[in-house]
């Protein structure tokens, strides 16, 4: 595990979930279809997710804790940050850029649909 691995496994999932959030509304979407989107994912549901920002879980144990990914991850291909998802090859590193991604194809206007790969 490289350095800037390491670094991102060990910020909280509820520091950067404002920036979600953000990202999201500066675009006109909704923190509810961001939570969607988490919950999607992983499989947590809302007082899952309350207890994980409450107790400031790192993305590490956030991603390892989570109930279920989708099984459908390996549907959401493309670039974010620089990497196309899909070649990620360090497991939680991959599922932090696809949480990433939906943000970003959230941000971008694309349907709730197209996003949760239905």
Known sequence: ??????RVYRM???????????????K???KA???????????????????????????ENFFNQAP?????????????CGYRVEEIEDPIMQKVRYLDKLIEELAKGKVMEKILRK
Do not use: C
């Open 1 to 6: 595990m490289n350095a800037n691995n390491t």
């Open 12 to 26: 909280s999932f509820a520091s950067v979930y404002p920036h979600y959030i953000t990202k999201a509304e500066k």
């Open 68 to 80: 279920k990914m989708n099984p459908n991850v390996s549907k959401i291909t493309g670039v974010i």
């Open 28 to 30: 006109g979407r909704t």
């Open 33 to 59: 279809e961001v939570d969607e989107i988490v919950f999607w994912l992983t499989g947590y549901d809302e007082k899952m997710l309350q207890k994980i920002i409450d107790d400031k879980v790192d993305f």
